[in-house]
């Protein structure tokens, strides 16, 4: 009875994960009919800007706080853990309080160094949500050491919800005054919906019945305690939105070398803005089935870590790779029925068919590389998952500045630098999972998988020959495609009940260890 209602929490945790994700996906896509591409350009100077600054001024806080409060609970000291929940807001709201602040009066200077100062507009509308997502933060973490991740799912749902509805709604409602301030009302909409998420979080805090057992501990020891293990995580953290955060300030300067700033801004919108978002979007599913499976590999013995890993990436096979084909053989199908062919100029319609077809490999190279990232951090070897980023990332940023500003590349020396930093972080960690838990089975059990694989490429690549609209032939390829593969699972043999045994197993140890 404990095993199974809890896998009904981890299925409903998923699922709200999914729809968080998915609202997020869904809010680009009307909002690119909104903004247009000059307008969605815009957006994706601001948002790894901001990204970044949440990163800095908030990331590794739900981490640091579950720990400590789940530490505290666990030795029943429940007034002890929401004093770690209050001096976790009082200390990093003023971080990110001065991030707020330095945000909306730089506004300006960062907009004209990044080469388009219209985007000042959108900075200063979205800087107060720097300040209000670090109580988010808090809040979640507080109920995540509670082993109750409802309540984080709820605000999930509420954020995107939240900026789904508010920012399209508001950058319809400024359009008429010029596109710059459309974008600013879409990034009001992101500001608008983290304090409604924060408010349902705090009052869920406060309908909690009081536990007033336990001792407060010192101010200074809770806050060196979260600082120390926040900070490793942060650093972790912080390296991909500093990668999209130079790309940002890089990527149209370079293109200026080919092309006019409003051309440069339009092809930056394409490449980051469309074919990234859907490129994305699988990614973060499989990193949600990631999270739910390696808190296990803690405390775990080697030949248990390997077969644990070995179940993580069957699982991430198991979504990844239908995900890369489908966006790989459908790309002009996905792109015209979601943008339609006249949302940028004439040939970047086809620019962004062509760069999602050829990028939907980094579904699989990115899942991977979570899975390998989360994975060395369980085992306690995170500083070589971080060396791994920092090494991929340089090379990255060197090929970037190289190629983007070669003429005949332009854009897909992005592209092409994308692809560098996958393959080399990914390269890196499986050499250090191999040299320190032996671990290289990362095909073990997908063979079944692959048989899937053909199947449902076969299904795809006729119903792509089919004279159809576009937006049928995603619906095809989704019902017929997905009956394709799950039918051929089952007639190889894949047992899908075992992966629910698994993260049952597998989340009730780590329930156990909180």
């Known amino acids: 009875m404990k095993t199974d209602k809890f896998v009904s929490g981890v299925s409903i945790l998923l699922l709200s994960g999914i729809v968080a994700k998915a609202l997020g996906a869904v809010f680009r896509i009307p909002l690119t009919w ?12 601001i948002y790894p800007v ?9 990331s590794g806080m739900p981490t640091a706080v579950s720990k400590l409060v789940a530490s505290k609970v666990g030795a029943g000291n429940y007034i002890g853990a929401k004093q770690v929940l209050k ?14 602040i330095g945000l909306f009066i730089l506004a300006e200077k960062i907009a004209s160094i990044q080469g388009n100062y219209l985007s000042m507009w959108g900075y200063r509308a979205v800087a107060p949500a720097i300040f209000i997502v670090s109580f988010l933060s808090c809040l979640r973490g507080y109920f995540q050491g509670l082993s109750n991740m409802v309540p984080t799912a709820l605000s999930q749902i509420i954020e995107q919800g939240g900026k789904l509805v508010l920012g399209l709604a508001l950058a319809w409602a400024f359009l008429p005054y010029g596109v710059e301030y459309a974008t600013s009302g879409a990034l ?5 919906s983290e304090i409604f998420a924060t408010i349902a979080l705090w009052i869920l805090y406060l309908k909690c019945p009081p536990q007033n057992v336990g001792a407060r501990g010192k101010f200074k020891v809770v806050l060196g305690e979260l600082i120390v293990v926040a900070f490793p995580i942060v650093v972790s953290s912080v390296i991909l939105p500093v990668l999209t955060f130079v790309d940002s300030f890089l990527v149209v300067n370079l293109l200026l070398n080919s092309f006019p700033v409003d051309v440069s801004t339009k092809l930056w919108g394409v490449s980051s803005g469309v074919v990234t978002s ?16 390696v808190p296990a590999l803690v405390g775990e013995k080697i030949q248990e870590r390997v077969e644990l890993m070995s179940r993580a990436y069957e699982l991430i096979f198991l979504f990844a790779l239908p995900a890369m084909i489908f966006l790989c053989v459908l790309s002009e199908s996905v792109i015209i029925s979601l943008y339609g062919s006249s949302f940028v100029l004439e040939d970047k319609t086809l620019l962004a068919v062509r760069m999602l077809c050829y990028t939907a490999p980094i579904v699989v190279l990115g ?8 994975s060395l951090q369980a085992i306690g070897l995170g500083k070589l998952a971080l060396i791994s980023i920092l090494c991929a990332g340089v090379i990255k940023i060197l ?12 854009i897909w020396g992005f592209t092409i630098a994308n692809y560098a930093f996958y393959i ?8 250090y999972l191999y040299k320190k838990v032996g671990f290289c089975g990362y095909f073990v059990g997908s063979k079944k998988i692959f048989a899937g694989i053909a199947m449902l490429t076969l299904i795809l690549l006729n119903v792509n020959l089919l004279v159809l609209p576009s937006v049928v032939k995603v619906i095809l390829g989704l019902g017929i495609g997905g009956v394709g593969y799950l039918f051929s699972l089952v007639v190889f043999g894949l047992d899908v009940r075992k992966f629910n045994i698994k993260l049952s197993r597998i989340n009730l140890k780590s329930l156990d260890k909180t």
Request: aromatic share 10%.
């Open 399 to 410: 090929l970037t500045f190289w190629l983007v500003a070669i003429p005949e590349l332009n």
């Open 34 to 45: 909104v903004l247009g591409i000059d307008g969605l350009g815009l957006y994706q100077l």
């Open 87 to 100: 001096v976790a807001c009082l200390f990093f709201s003023f971080v990110s309080l001065v991030f707020s």
């Open 367 to 374: 899942s991977v590389l979570q899975t390998q990232t989360t």
């Open 424 to 431: 080399i972080a990914v390269g890196i960690d499986a050499i």
């Open 278 to 293: 859907l490129i994305n979007f699988p990614i973060a599913l499989s990193l949600s089935v990631a999270v739910s499976i």
């Open 188 to 192: 009001l909409g992101v500001t608008l």
């Open 50 to 58: 901001f990204a970044l600054l949440i990163v800095l001024s908030s």
